[in-house]
C-alpha cells in the first residue's frame, strides 16, 4: 500500500513537471478554457522574441566578423512587422479582457523595440 501512495505521488510530481515545463503553467494537466487563444497568443510572443534575437544575432556578426548581415537584419525586421500586424488581429478579437490587454502590451514592446532598432 506504501509503495503504491509512493507510485502515485510520484506520477503526479511528473506530471506537474512537464506540464510547467512545457507549458509554463503549474497544472496537473495542460489545457483549459481559452487555451486555444492564450497559445495563438504564446505563439505570437515566442515569434517576436525569436526575430528580436535574429535581429541581434545579425548585428552581433557585423560588429565582430565584419561579415554584412543586412539580409538577415532585414529579415529579422520584416518578420517584427508581420508579427506586429498579426498581434493587432489578434487583439480584436481577443477572447478575454486579459488576453486583449496582453496584446496590447506585447503591441507596445514590439513598438519600442523597433524605436530602440532604427
Known amino acids: ?19 510547467y515545463l512545457t507549458t509554463g503553467e503549474l497544472k496537473l494537466l495542460p489545457g483549459g478554457a481559452g487555451g486555444g487563444s492564450e497559445q495563438e497568443f504564446n505563439r505570437l510572443q515566442g515569434e517576436f522574441r525569436n526575430a528580436a534575437r535574429e535581429y541581434r544575432q545579425a548585428q552581433k556578426s557585423v560588429a565582430v566578423s565584419g561579415v554584412d548581415a543586412t539580409d538577415a537584419a532585414s529579415a529579422a ?38 524605436l530602440d532598432v532604427q
Open 77 to 114: 525586421l520584416a518578420e517584427v512587422d508581420n508579427i506586429e500586424d498579426e498581434v493587432r488581429q489578434f487583439a480584436k478579437k481577443a477572447s478575454t479582457p486579459e488576453l486583449k490587454a496582453a496584446a496590447d502590451k506585447l503591441l507596445k514592446e514590439i513598438a519600442q523595440y523597433k
Open 1 to 19: 500500500m506504501k509503495s503504491l501512495l509512493i507510485l502515485a505521488l510520484m506520477v503526479v510530481i511528473g506530471l506537474l513537471a512537464f506540464n
